[in-house]
């Protein structure tokens, strides 16, 4: 899989609500069905479908505008809780490539950088409002833009968002992290060897 | 190196001591003393492998099945889901293809990960552990830096035995004074989280301190350190001391003769030093600490149990006003209702949080000589065989089995649900576990966090109850 990304005009998404937990982006049940079979139906699972695989029309994925959205923009800790990567692939095999809230899970955030899909903080006013322009114009598009670190809103404001410069770096060039880590292998094996000699076991 | 020379927190000592490199930007990269893999790992696994990678340092990995295992047999073919199966047979696989320890489903050693690392002696101060668990968090109670990775980290670490991370904040919670007879490191703990809030404590690592906290017993340091997450924090951890050490002491993974001597030398240089500065200082008093329990779906929703559930029209904040209706709406709650005329179906008494044997014996304590109302349905599953063996030993299963309780084996369970011990549509369940999320115990299940006396309590009364209140009770 991919895991690069330089930048995405799409549809955003408003998931209002703070603390929303990585259960309710992928319920328990569907951690053990395997990658290979696409998590795309899993995302959201309970809050979008009713017991009988129906659609829950309130449900704003469920809503004709935003069926092709792929920003997903949340409330402070946003995907909080449970470590689970598999809330990272729900939404990036439904199409999803980038997030923005106030403030995220922090292995969340992190698991997004492994899989291709950029976490974006944003001041808290700023993001109320990109979700009140999202949810007053259902469908409207977001943009960003890696390279200059902008997200561009609906109504044409520009803002600018910080990244590491070693997560850019992998983002941009599709570069996992292992690669990487493993041209390090001399600088571990060193450490490894000053390690031992202190008796730090 | 400049950090080398003020004075270091807990936290500065063991980041500094595991840096491989560090890059301009920040990002760090650390060394794992120990990693603990659990049956979620196949994913790990697999990608290992697609890259012809091997395990970089087998003897720093241990691993245990917990998530997908069955709690009414030890036997790995009554697994009916074949997904669940064959999660249980890869890590048994993995492990012994890459000469990676396991403690697997025959072996008593078996259990919930994050109550194995310490009770092998794993879990030691100043080390440095990952796993692929949000509660990880847990083993930082015995002072380690101990934080939970995602399922790429896993194999990251796996092939290299390194993590990246970049430092986060630092915030110490120094709780105060002298905690009321039966208030648990899972009051204090909820207490934390109802102050600071879930996202309180996000982007930062916490060390709990003050009289209230070294006065915890490590069972009660493990529960308050494994619910960090659930305040955001990346990590929780205590300094270690004697009680630290007592612990550990002749456990099979510590060291021991003069290499134990030289250790506990080490360890007593970890705690912060006078004038370390915190980025973040919380402060509660102990003595207002009361038995807490949770009425909504964040665990930040926790009032003491003898209080009323809050009115959201009180909240000035329309976010949290609208959180707080639709939470009392899925648990099916009232405000103004006293938390002890709530009743319940369901009471689990286990998982990482709370499946001790200090919690089992609290429970049992309760539970003696009485009887599980009628209409619910109790459970105790011990949080790793040992811990179910020894309280065979002592009895904890005849008094709970006599009072009407189910005495279960070792595994996650009904905290999460992954292996199907899931609560019922609309159920409402006493649970001694760490998230009260919507659907957590099962897709429609209304859960209550509290302690596992307070659970104990619940279910001999079929209500919300304190168990201070019980006749006889201690």
Same mark, same amino acid.
């Given at each position: 899989?991919?895991?690069?990304?330089?930048?995405?005009?799409?549809?955003?998404?408003?998931?209002?609500?703070?603390?929303?937990?990585?259960?309710?982006?992928?319920?328990?049940?569907?951690?053990?069905?395997?990658?290979?079979?696409?998590?795309?139906?899993?995302?959201?699972?309970?809050?979008?479908?009713?017991?009988?695989?129906?659609?829950?029309?309130?449900?704003?994925?469920?809503?004709?505008?935003?069926?092709?959205?792929?920003?997903?923009?949340?409330?402070?800790? /946003?995907?909080? #809780? =449970?470590?689970? @990567?598999?809330?990272?692939? +729900? !939404?990036?095999?439904?199409?999803?490539?980038?997030?923005?809230?106030?403030?995220?899970?922090?292995?969340?955030?992190?698991?997004?950088?492994?899989?291709?899909?950029?976490?974006?903080?944003?001041?808290?006013?700023?993001?109320?409002?990109?979700?009140?322009?999202?949810?007053?114009?259902?469908?409207?598009?977001?943009?960003?833009?890696?390279?200059?670190?902008?997200?561009? /809103?609906?109504? #044409? =404001?520009?803002? @600018?968002?910080?990244?590491? +410069? !070693?997560?850019?770096?992998?983002?941009?060039?599709?570069?996992?992290?292992?690669?990487?880590?493993?041209?390090?292998?001399?600088?571990?094996?060193?450490?490894?060897?000053?390690?031992?000699?202190?008796?730090?076991? | 190196?400049?950090?080398?020379?003020?004075?270091?927190?807990?936290?500065?000592?063991?980041?500094?001591?595991?840096?491989?490199?560090?890059?301009?930007?920040?990002?760090?990269?650390?060394?794992?003393?120990?990693?603990?893999?659990?049956?979620?790992?196949?994913?790990?696994?697999?990608?290992?492998?697609?890259?012809?990678?091997?395990?970089?340092?087998?003897?720093?990995?241990?691993?245990?099945?917990?998530?997908?295992?069955?709690?009414?047999?030890?036997?790995?073919?009554?697994?009916?889901?074949?997904?669940?199966?064959?999660?249980?047979?890869?890590?048994?696989?993995?492990?012994?293809?890459?000469?990676?320890?396991?403690?697997?489903?025959?072996?008593?050693?078996?259990?919930?990960?994050?109550?194995?690392?310490?009770?092998?002696?794993?879990?030691?101060?100043?080390?440095?552990?990952?796993?692929?668990?949000?509660?990880?968090?847990?083993?930082?109670?015995?002072?380690?830096?101990?934080?939970?990775?995602?399922?790429?980290?896993?194999?990251?670490?796996?092939?290299?035995?390194?993590?990246?991370?970049?430092?986060?904040?630092?915030?110490?919670?120094?709780?105060?004074?002298?905690?009321?007879?039966?208030?648990?490191?899972?009051?204090?703990?909820?207490?934390?989280?109802?102050?600071?809030?879930?996202?309180?404590?996000?982007?930062?690592?916490?060390?709990?301190?003050?009289?209230?906290?070294?006065?915890?017993?490590?069972?009660?340091?493990?529960?308050?350190?494994?619910?960090?997450?659930?305040?955001?924090?990346?990590?929780?951890?205590?300094?270690?001391?004697?009680?630290?050490?007592?612990?550990?002491?002749?456990?099979?993974?510590?060291?021991?003769?003069?290499?134990?001597?030289?250790?506990?030398?080490?360890?007593?240089?970890?705690?912060?030093?006078?004038?370390?500065?915190?980025?973040?200082?919380?402060?509660?008093?102990?003595?207002?600490?009361?038995?807490?329990?949770?009425?909504?779906?964040?665990?930040?929703?926790?009032?003491?149990?003898?209080?009323?559930?809050?009115?959201?029209?009180?909240?000035?904040?329309?976010?949290?006003?609208?959180?707080?209706?639709?939470?009392?709406?899925?648990?099916?709650?009232?405000?103004?209702?006293?938390?002890?005329?709530?009743?319940?179906?369901?009471?689990?008494?286990?998982?990482?949080?709370?499946?001790?044997?200090?919690?089992?014996?609290?429970?049992?304590?309760?539970?003696?000589?009485?009887?599980?109302?009628?209409?619910?349905?109790?459970?105790?599953?011990?949080?790793?065989?040992?811990?179910?063996?020894?309280?065979?030993?002592?009895?904890?299963?005849?008094?709970?089995?006599?009072?009407?309780?189910?005495?279960?084996?070792?595994?996650?369970?009904?905290?999460?649900?992954?292996?199907?011990?899931?609560?019922?549509?609309?159920?409402?369940?006493?649970?001694?576990?760490?998230?009260?999320?919507?659907?957590?115990?099962?897709?429609?299940?209304?859960?209550?966090?509290?302690?596992?006396?307070?659970?104990?309590?619940?279910?001999?009364?079929?209500?919300?109850?304190?168990?201070?209140?019980?006749?006889?009770?201690?």
């Amino acid at each position: 899989m991919s895991t690069q990304f330089t930048g995405i005009d799409a549809v955003g998404l408003p998931v209002p609500g703070q603390n929303v937990d990585t259960d309710q982006i992928i319920p328990a049940r569907y951690l053990s069905r395997p990658r290979e079979l696409g998590l795309a139906e899993c995302l959201f699972h309970d809050l979008r479908f009713n017991t009988d695989g129906s659609e829950k029309p309130d449900f704003v994925l469920n809503q004709l505008p935003f069926r092709d959205a792929r920003v997903v923009v949340g409330e402070h800790n /946003f995907a909080c #809780g =449970s470590s689970r @990567e598999n809330a990272v692939w +729900a !939404f990036h095999d439904y199409g999803f490539r980038v997030a923005i809230a106030p403030s995220f899970g922090d292995i969340f955030r992190n698991n997004c950088f492994q899989n291709g899909m950029l976490p974006i903080i944003l001041p808290r006013e700023t993001v109320d409002d990109l979700l009140a322009q999202l949810q007053a114009h259902p469908g409207v598009h977001v943009q960003v833009d890696l390279p200059s670190q902008t997200v561009t /809103f609906p109504d #044409g =404001s520009q803002h @600018e968002f910080e990244i590491d +410069a !070693f997560r850019k770096h992998c983002l941009l060039n599709g570069v996992d992290e292992i690669s990487f880590t493993l041209e390090q292998s001399a600088q571990i094996a060193a450490f490894e060897n000053r390690y031992g000699r202190e008796n730090m076991e | 190196m400049l950090d080398d020379t003020g004075p270091r927190t807990l936290f500065d000592k063991i980041w500094d001591r595991h840096k491989v490199l560090e890059r301009p930007d920040g990002q760090t990269l650390l060394y794992v003393d120990c990693h603990l893999v659990h049956d979620g790992s196949a994913p790990a696994f697999q990608r290992l492998a697609e890259r012809n990678l091997a395990v970089r340092v087998p003897r720093r990995t241990f691993a245990t099945p917990d998530h997908y295992v069955p709690t009414s047999s030890r036997d790995i073919t009554t697994i009916d889901n074949p997904e669940h199966r064959f999660l249980v047979e890869q890590l048994a696989e993995n492990t012994a293809r890459e000469g990676v320890t396991m403690f697997g489903l025959g072996d008593p050693r078996q259990g919930i990960v994050h109550i194995v690392g310490p009770e092998e002696g794993l879990s030691q101060p100043g080390i440095l552990l990952v796993c692929g668990d949000s509660h990880t968090s847990t083993h930082g109670a015995l002072g380690a830096l101990a934080f939970g990775i995602g399922s790429s980290e896993v194999t990251h670490v796996l092939a290299t035995q390194t993590v990246w991370q970049r430092k986060p904040k630092s915030m110490r919670i120094t709780v105060e004074g002298d905690l009321a007879p039966g208030v648990t490191g899972k009051d204090v703990i909820l207490a934390i989280i109802a102050t600071i809030t879930a996202a309180g404590a996000t982007g930062h690592v916490i060390e709990y301190a003050g009289s209230a906290i070294r006065g915890l017993s490590m069972e009660g340091r493990l529960t308050l350190c494994n619910m960090s997450i659930e305040a955001g924090g990346r990590a929780g951890m205590v300094a270690p001391d004697e009680t630290t050490f007592d612990y550990l002491k002749g456990r099979p993974y510590a060291p021991s003769g003069q290499a134990w001597e030289q250790a506990v030398q080490r360890w007593r240089r970890l705690p912060t030093d006078p004038g370390a500065v915190f980025d973040t200082e919380v402060t509660l008093d102990a003595a207002a600490i009361e038995p807490m329990v949770t009425w909504g779906t964040s665990p930040q929703n926790a009032i003491p149990i003898s209080a009323a559930i809050p009115d959201p029209a009180n909240e000035p904040d329309l976010d949290r006003r609208q959180g707080m209706e639709k939470a009392l709406a899925y648990m099916g709650l009232q405000p103004g209702t006293q938390m002890t005329d709530v009743t319940v179906d369901r009471v689990f008494i286990g998982s990482c949080t709370n499946g001790r044997i200090e919690d089992l014996r609290a429970a049992a304590a309760v539970a003696r000589g009485r009887h599980v109302a009628p209409g619910v349905v109790a459970w105790v599953v011990p949080g790793s065989g040992l811990i179910k063996r020894q309280a065979e030993a002592e009895g904890l299963d005849r008094i709970l089995v006599d009072a009407g309780f189910e005495w279960r084996q070792a595994g996650c369970s009904m905290c999460l649900g992954t292996n199907g011990d899931i609560v019922a549509p609309g159920q409402r369940c006493a649970s001694t576990s760490n998230r009260n999320f919507q659907g957590r115990q099962g897709p429609g299940a209304r859960t209550h966090l509290m302690s596992p006396a307070m659970a104990a309590a619940t279910a001999v009364t079929g209500r919300l109850a304190d168990f201070r209140t019980l006749a006889g009770a201690a």
